[in-house]
């Protein structure tokens, strides 16, 4: 099992989730990522960032992932908050990487294809994007 985090702690800063529950925005919400080319991978990672939290993905039992520890556990996010979601794999030694921003709704989909990188191009993209 490969994992690897390109970006840092030191760019990002660091929040605890309870701050969450300090912001009025913050709702039950249907945030739902899908991955089109999924099933090419063994391992998909997916992460949401927002408010300098660094918040993992849960892979549900329908194939998505959402922001919350399982599939009966309701997200709950800061409505209006503007955030990044990222998905990184591997297959056959080479990362591949997806990202997108979004505004946090109520209900809210995001889909897209893991596309082929380098590490430093996977590196440059966060540094632009985050």
């Not at 927002?50 to 997200?75: A, L, R, V």
Request: net charge positive.
């Amino acid at each position: 099992l490969k994992i690897n985090y390109i970006f840092s702690i030191k760019k990002l800063g660091w929040a605890n989730i309870d701050r969450l529950n300090e912001d009025p925005r913050t709702a039950e919400v249907d945030l739902i990522t899908s991955i089109e080319n999924q099933k090419e991978f063994k391992y998909v990672y997916v992460t949401l960032i927002t408010q300098q939290m660094y918040i993992p993905g849960y892979q549900k039992k329908d194939d998505t992932y959402c922001f919350s520890h399982n599939d009966e556990e309701k997200q709950r996010l800061p409505i209006g908050e503007f955030a990044t979601v990222l998905a990184t794999a591997y297959k056959n030694d080479r990362p591949y990487f997806a990202i997108k921003k979004i505004k946090i709704e109520k209900k809210l989909t995001v889909s897209f294809k893991l596309t082929e990188t380098t590490k430093d191009k996977l590196k440059a993209d966060l540094q632009t994007q985050i």
